[in-house]
């Protein structure tokens, strides 16, 4: 919640491995500032505040799981400025 990108929950790689679909990453920059957790509606004005980048479909079915989890995450993380950054990575 303070604009870090956070751990993934696996059930949308199960989904799409499954399925063999692929799978469109996108990285969210500025979310934190526009619509911050402890606020119920956005900071106004929001006009160029937030960017978001769509990155190139990632092929799920010839990787694992796990591999594919990595890959999105590491898509993701090629997308977003140094301060949304994991900590922990």
Known sequence: ???HLLPFKNGAFKMAHKVGA??????????????????MFPRRPAHGSMKIIIHPPIESSDKTEKELAQAIRETIISGLPE???????
């Open 1 to 3: 919640k303070d604009g």
């Open 22 to 39: 692929p799978v469109v990453c996108f990285s969210i920059i500025g979310a934190g500032k526009l619509m911050p957790a402890n606020w």
């Open 83 to 89: 301060e949304q950054h994991p900590l922990n990575e």
